[in-house]
């Protein structure tokens, strides 16, 4: 490219830095809509994101909470659940399948 030499709109090269320009903008605004912001290296859900990725109903949710199954906090009216603990949750609820069972 020479010193003084103008580049336009046109020209094939801004024309590749615009669409990667635009590509990484759109990778940015994804991960933007579903990244979940740390507090203290925890990531806390609502009831509702909860449900969703269990696929749960909000009064079996409700029994986890009182039977003890799910810890939660609650702060006003809100009420939070650690990723953690429901990963613990499922950890500790699951039912492996007995090898012979495989075996057959």
Known sequence: MAENEIITREDPQMQLFSQLM???????????STARPMLNGEVYLSGEEVCSQLRLSTRTLQ????????????IGGKILYKQSDIQAMLE???????KKLWQE
């Not at 635009?22 to 933007?32: D, V």
């Not at 986890?64 to 939660?72: A, I, V």
């Open 22 to 32: 635009e590509s990484t903008l759109k990778k940015l605004e994804r991960y933007c």
């Open 63 to 74: 029994e986890y909470r009182n039977s003890g199954t799910l810890p939660f906090y609650k």
């Open 92 to 98: 500790k609820h699951y039912n492996p399948i007995p």
